[in-house]
C-alpha cells in the first residue's frame, strides 16, 4: 500500500505585521531599512519585539523562524523528496500555505523571509515553467482537513497521550493517508479550536521539544517503517 503522509503546521507564528503596529518605531525603521510598507513586512519578534509587547498572544506570534526550520527538515527528507508526503502550513490568522512537489526552500532565513512575504502578497509562488511552488489561501484548519480527506488525524502535544516517535509512526503508518499535525508557535499549547479536528493527541517526549526536531524525528520514524529511509 503506497501512504502518504500529509504533514500540517498548525497555528503558525507566521503572519504579516498587523495594522495596529504599523506606526511604532521599531516597525517604521525596520521598513525603512528594508524599503518596504510597514504592512508588507512578517511579524518577527527579532525585530519587534518592543512593539508587540502589548500585542494579543503576543507570546505565540512573531516567530516565522520556526516555519522556516521545520520546513527545511520537512523538505529534505527522502519522504518529501519521494512524493510520499504533503506539506502544508496552516497560520496563526487562518492563512494555509501549500508546498507544491520538489520544492526547495532558501535555506538562508532573510531569503526565506522575502519569499514569504511575497508570498502573502502575490498569493502564488511559480516557476518560469507556470509549476506552482507555492500557494496561499484563507482557510481554517478545519476546512484544509475538511479538502483533504485524511485517513486520520493525529496531533503532537505534550498533553497528548504518552508515547514515543516510534509508537506514533506505527499508528500513523497503518493508514493510507493520514495527517499529522505540529504546532508552529513557539510556546502553550494548540487552541481548543484547533485540538477539536484531532482524532488522536499523543506527546512524544516530556521536554518540551522545538517543531523542527518534531518534524525530523516523526518523519524519519515514518520512513524507516514505509522502507523509505
Not at 503506497?2 to 503596529?21: G, H, N
Not at 500557494?135 to 476546512?143: N, Y
Amino acid at each position: 500500500m503506497r501512504r502518504l503522509l500529509v504533514l500540517i503546521l498548525a497555528e503558525t507564528a507566521l503572519e504579516l505585521v498587523p495594522r495596529e503596529l504599523w506606526k511604532r518605531p521599531s516597525v517604521l525603521e525596520d521598513a525603512s531599512s528594508k524599503g518596504k510598507k510597514a504592512g508588507e513586512l512578517l511579524l518577527d519578534r527579532s525585530y519587534h519585539h518592543v512593539a508587540m509587547l502589548k500585542l494579543k498572544d503576543s507570546e505565540r506570534r512573531g516567530r516565522p523562524d520556526i516555519a522556516h526550520f521545520s520546513l527545511l527538515e520537512a523538505t529534505s527528507s527522502p519522504l518529501y523528496m519521494g512524493g510520499s508526503m504533503d506539506v502544508y502550513v496552516h497560520t496563526v490568522k487562518d492563512h494555509v500555505i501549500h508546498l507544491g512537489r520538489s520544492v526547495r526552500l532558501p535555506k538562508s532565513y532573510f531569503r526565506f523571509e522575502g519569499l514569504i512575504e511575497k508570498l502573502f502578497k502575490e498569493k502564488k509562488i511559480v516557476t518560469p515553467n507556470n509549476e506552482v511552488l507555492l500557494e496561499m489561501k484563507k482557510q481554517s484548519l478545519k476546512e484544509l482537513i475538511s479538502e483533504i480527506e485524511p485517513s486520520i488525524t493525529l496531533g503532537l502535544s505534550r498533553i497528548g497521550k504518552r508515547g514515543t516517535f516510534e509508537g506514533v509512526a506505527k499508528e500513523l503508518v497503518k493508514y493510507k493517508k493520514p495527517a499529522l499535525i505540529v504546532g508552529g508557535f513557539p510556546r502553550g499549547h494548540f487552541s481548543q479550536d484547533i485540538s477539536s479536528n484531532f482524532d488522536l493527541i499523543y506527546s512524544c517526549h516530556p521536554l518540551p521539544l522545538e517543531a523542527h526536531v518534531v518534524v525530523a524525528r516523526i518523519v524519519y520514524e515514518f520512513e524507516k517503517l514505509s522502507k523509505i529511509a
